[in-house]
């Protein structure tokens, strides 16, 4: 089976935290190298918000994100979290897992079209 499956999303007030898991299947995780959580409100893309290389660790992290947000992987587990701290309003949305397989070395999380892995979402609500 490939699959993804997220969990931990839920309503927060501003300021509050989150933890945010993605599975991946060992089908997925045999597969990919990176994996990545993006976000996305009605009307807009995807916005890739942070990624990690599973087996180096190396992130990525978009700017408005950056000292907020924390991901990190298990690889025996082949689960990524992504801890959500000091959260905005404008953090609203769905939150999508992916997973791709990519060259080494990046500045930012790639495009949403280049992941191959998806999965079905969580929605994260933060209030004012």
């Known amino acids: 089976q490939v699959q993804l499956v997220e969990s931990g999303g839920g309503s927060v007030e501003a300021g509050g935290s989150l933890t945010l898991s993605c599975e991946a299947s060992?089908?997925?995780?045999?597969?990919?190298?990176?994996m990545g959580w993006f976000r996305q409100i009605p009307g807009k893309e995807r916005e890739g918000v942070v990624g990690i290389y599973t087996a180096s660790g190396s992130t990525n992290y978009a700017d408005s994100v950056k000292g907020r947000f924390t991901i990190s992987r298990d690889n025996a587990k082949n689960t990524v979290y992504l801890q959500m701290d000091s959260l905005k309003p404008e953090d609203t949305g769905m939150y999508y897992c992916?997973?791709?397989?990519?060259?080494?070395?990046?500045?930012?999380?790639?495009?949403?079209?280049?992941?191959?892995?998806w999965g079905q979402g969580t929605q994260v609500s933060v209030s004012s």
């Open positions: 060992s089908g997925v995780a045999s597969r990919t190298n990176y």
């Open positions: 992916a997973a791709g397989l990519f060259g080494p070395s990046r500045e930012l999380v790639p495009p949403a079209k280049v992941f191959s892995y």
